[in-house]
């Protein structure tokens, strides 16, 4: 090649890597909208998937992939934005589109449209193949992911070393889902030897940066004396940051240290109040718990009426507790007419869950029939 033709060439090179860079660095609306808050290649804070503004989001990143169309970030953005639109089989090409360029949350994306069937054919193979792309990269949340793949057996031999493994190697890095999930390994001794005093080491990492269920967790560790004192002051405190994250469990918990007195002194009104909380989130331990506060008027008047509301929205959770309240509240018609009948196929509901006392108002009821039909 001439020399001249040779350094045009290297011109226009240099000029095309130049824009590919500041493609790479600029930042846009579509940042704004649809960053990803786990991508560390996002040049913005990010918005999480269920949050996104998608009728803002769509046409934001559609104009700036066509400003910045080497931008692998943006196009992974855009797919994002389809996603979210449902629109999958754009989305799919979007995400491969910066996925072949090695964008890791983009090939961690698009192995999880393989792992659901998305805009491209269920195959659990080509999740693997993307997500552990990502994973070699060191990007955190694939790694996390390929931790669930071994756990469940996923398309590979069900192992918990390799699971624990990968989530040690995204734990590491602070990833507090992977940090959480690694707790309850060593808790379970499921991959690794189980310890109690690793476990709680590993809760308190991801609780420490405001992960409610690690928090929610360390609560229940502290509650029972799990490698830990036991401390009902401390659990109360751990229950609470979480609780007031908005983590029904927690919420349901610290309602029952009120309703107890257990760590704080003995409160109805608060007990209530934060069943409430867990109950209109849809928990149904927390909805049951309303139901009995209603039925005994503790924190509330009584209120059978109200009591068997609750109960009714718990037990449409299979929550066992639940179908046996229901089945004493048709039994005596507390709150509902009595029903016999209705009592039976609560009780048989709670029993075929295994619950003793249900088991035994059922035979007793059973028992009381045939001996009226004899007589």
Known sequence: MPLPIRLAYLCVLQLVLSMSA????????????????????????????????????????????????????????????YEKAKQFTTAAEQYRRAADQNYAAAQLALGMLYANGEGVPKDDQQYIFWARKA???????????????????RGVPEDDQQAAAWFRKAADQGYTVA?????????????????????????????????????????????????????????VAWFRKAANLGYAAAQDRLGFMYQNGDGVPQDYHLAVAWFRK??????????????AMYANGQGVPKDDQEAVVWYRKAAEHGLTDALYSLGLAYENGRGVPQDKTQALAWFRKAAEKGDIEAKKRLDELEASQDANGKR
């Open 135 to 153: 994973a070699d990269q060191g990007y955190a949340v694939a790694q996390d992911a390929l931790g669930y793949v071994y756990l469940n057996g």
């Open 278 to 291: 867990a109950a209109n989130q849809g928990y149904a331990f927390a909805q049951n718990s309303l139901g």
């Open 22 to 81: 500041v493609a790479q660095d600029i930042v846009t609306i579509c940042d704004k909208y649809a960053a990803d808050e786990l991508d560390p290649q996002r040049k913005a804070a990010g918005v999480d998937f269920e949050n996104m503004n998608v009728a803002r989001a769509f046409p934001a990143c559609e104009d700036a992939v066509r400003q910045y169309p080497n931008s692998m970030r943006l196009a992974y953005q855009l797919g994002r934005a």
């Open 179 to 235: 940090q959480n999930k690694l707790g309850f390994m060593y808790q379970n001794g499921d991959g690794v030897p189980k310890d109690d005093q690793e476990a709680v080491a590993w809760f308190r990492k991801a609780a420490d940066q405001g992960y409610a269920p690690a928090q929610d967790r360390l609560g229940f560790i502290y509650q029972n004396g799990d490698g830990v004192p036991k401390d009902d002051q401390e659990a």
